[in-house]
Structure formats: C-alpha cells, structure tokens
C-alpha cells in the first residue's frame, strides 16, 4: 500500500484495484486478507515479517537437523511459521523434541524424524520449507511485538487471548504521539498532571487525536476505523475486569479490531510526520 492510497482512504476517495479497476475500500481489503490468513501466516506480513523459501534432503536414517542460519536466518529470530512440503510420495518431516516438548515455535534449529507411511521402503524425498520469521532486533519495539503477539494468538484460533496484545499495539502509540504532540505547546509536567487527571486512552483516541489532526489540517480517522479501535478497547476493558468478554468472539470480530489496529498505527505515523 502506498501512501497516496492510504490517504485517499483518509479522504474517502475512490481506490481502483490495478487488475480489475474494482473500487476498493481499504478497511475491507485489509480485513479480507486477515481473515483469509492463506497458509495460516499471511497476517505476519503486516508486521514485516520475511520468508524464507527452500528445499531440503529427508533420508531414510538417521533424523535431519535443520540449522535455520545455514539458510539465512539469522540467529535468534522469532520463527513466527514453518510449512513443511514433502515433493512427492515417501518420507514425512515430523519435528523431534526430548523430554519437554516446546509449546512455541522453534528458536533457532530443529531435528526432524523421517516418518514412512505405508508398507513399501522409502527412499530420500525432497522437501519444500518455507519459514516466516522476523529478526529479534524488530522486537525491542513495544508496540510491533505486542502486534506480533497478536498475529500468533490470531493465526492459532486463540481470539481471546489476541485482544490484550492487540490493544496495547496501538494504545501505545497513540498515548505516546499524544504525550509528544502535547509537549509541544506545554511543559513536561503539565502534560503529565493533563492524563493523570482522568484522561485515558479512549478519550484520547475519540477526542485528542481528532482535535491534534484538525490543527494540522490531516483527515480525522473513517468511522469504521475508530469504531474498531474504540471497540477493541472496550473488549480489552471486559477482559481486564472479568477474565473474559461479555459475548463470545467472533472470528469477524476480532478480525474487524486487528483491521483496525493496522490502520491505526498507520494513522498515527501519517499524522506524526504531518
């Protein structure tokens, strides 16, 4: 996406699709590739994830060490996804773990066990794998791992547990643009003592941020984008207070407040800059 094309959404105007010249809506667009999350990752290119694509020798015997540096992983990176993609009939790349099993993904090698299906002897097979990763240092970031966390609850089914994560991905950044922008016409302290007076992030989000962008003359956020925000906010509040939300998530749900999260973070960049 690119920047013209995110402020012609700020603007409401029309974006053609370049194949078809369909009129698209970005909130939609964005909203139907996370809900379609093809291969199970495909959400983790919001968040820039890179993946890595090749083939490796499954033998009969013995097991197969998989060093993800050798195919330029480097060390250390948080492996979000692995697709193993046997060529053919013949052996099956399972993952071999001792006595405490991982829960996670792997961090930087796993040992693979040839598995034979069937009666008949098997020979080397060549397998495709493709892993999504993101190199550590992207992490130190308090808002992206927040959103990455969310990405992994998401991409496992886990919606409950993908609220809070989200949540913090952009009420981080839009408390602390807000803190900035208003450093700028006022002392430290005043600041402080203005959101320790009640101020919290929601206000912020439905009244601050709209006032900041119509001084600088920037388009306040759709509708539909802080009504997601502002709805993930109350879900994250629910689950804050009781340990769960009122109503059962729905995968539309959650898929609607992550559309918004994308958005908003990229929002708070734009008005940023501005």
């Known amino acids: 996406m690119t920047d013209k094309e995110f402020l012609d959404y ?10 078809c010249k ?3 809506n970005l909130f939609n667009v964005i909203s139907r590739c996370i809900e379609e999350n093809f291969f199970f990752n495909d959400v983790f290119a919001f968040v820039g994830a890179k993946k890595s694509l090749f083939q490796i020798k499954l033998n009969p015997s013995p097991s197969t060490t998989l060093t993800f540096e050798e195919y330029g992983i480097p060390k250390g990176s948080r492996i979000l996804h692995i697709n193993y993609t046997p060529q053919g009939l013949g ?7 001792g006595n405490s099993p991982y829960r996670g993904a792997p961090r930087d090698s796993v040992i ?9 002897s098997a020979s080397s097979t060549d ?15 308090v808002s992206l791992k927040s959103l990455v966390d969310a990405f992994e609850e998401y991409s496992r089914q886990e919606f409950g547990t993908c609220i809070v994560p989200a949540n913090t991905a952009i009420e981080f950044d839009v408390m602390r643009y807000a803190e900035t922008a ?12 203005f959101f320790k007076s009640g101020v919290s992030y929601t206000p912020t989000l439905k009244v601050l ?9 920037f388009p306040v956020m759709p509708e539909e984008l802080l009504a997601s925000l502002v709805k993930l906010a109350a879900l994250r509040n629910q689950i804050a207070h009781t340990g769960k939300t009122k109503e059962p998530l729905s995968k ?3 898929v609607s407040c992550l559309t918004g999260v994308i958005l908003g973070k990229w929002y708070v960049s734009a008005l940023q800059k501005t």
């Open 10 to 19: 700020l603007d409401s105007k029309e974006t053609l699709c370049t194949q």
């Open 22 to 24: 369909t009129k698209l």
């Open 91 to 97: 052996l099956f790349p399972l993952e071999f773990h």
């Open 112 to 120: 693979l066990y040839p598995a034979k299906f069937g009666d008949d």
């Open 127 to 141: 397998v495709s794998v493709m892993i999504t990763w993101l190199e550590s240092g992207s992490l130190e970031d």
């Open 182 to 193: 208003l450093e700028g016409i006022s002392s430290k302290s005043n600041v402080k003592e």
């Open 209 to 217: 941020i709209p006032l900041l962008a119509r001084i600088k003359g």
């Open 252 to 254: 539309q749900q959650v």
